[in-house]
Nanobody
Framework: QVQLAESGGGLTQAGGSLNLSCSVS?????????MGWFRQAPGKERVFVAL????????HYHGSVKGRFTISRDTAKSTTYLQMSSLIPEDTAIYYC???????????????????WGQGLQVTVSS
């Protein structure tokens, strides 16, 4: 079993910055392959935000956040981070980190590829 503990988020004005972190624990941690961040706005589906591959650090972003968000990992701390800048009201959502224990390949954007999820963090950007 893998456990994810998220921290960060909150409220900021448009143009501001917020940081999220997600710590991973559990005896099956060695099987973590991909770590993703997703977000879900009220009344909408959960959508992909960013991916980092735990082994080689490969990174991919959704086009809407590229250049504004930065995903990173600290393997020693078993933690992944999402630094968010130049925030806009459309970024308002609950943000979730997630773990895929196998290679998600070209389906990295699908929530179904991820077996474990964090509890979710509210991010609110006011205009």
């Amino acid at each position: 079993q893998v456990q994810l503990a998220e921290s960060g988020g909150g409220l900021t004005q448009a143009g501001g910055s917020l940081n999220l972190s997600c710590s991973v624990s559990g005896h099956t941690f060695a099987l973590v392959h991909d770590m993703g961040w997703f977000r879900q706005a009220p009344g909408k589906e959960r959508v992909f935000v960013a991916l980092i591959r735990w082994g080689d650090g490969y990174i991919h972003y959704h086009g809407s956040v590229k250049g504004r968000f930065t995903i990173s990992r600290d393997t020693a701390k078993s933690t992944t981070y999402l630094q968010m800048s130049s925030l806009i009201p459309e970024d308002t959502a609950i943000y979730y980190c997630a773990v895929a224990q196998g290679p998600s390949g070209s389906f990295f954007w699908r929530p179904a590829e991820y077996a474990y999820w964090g509890q979710g963090l509210q991010v609110t950007v006011s205009s």
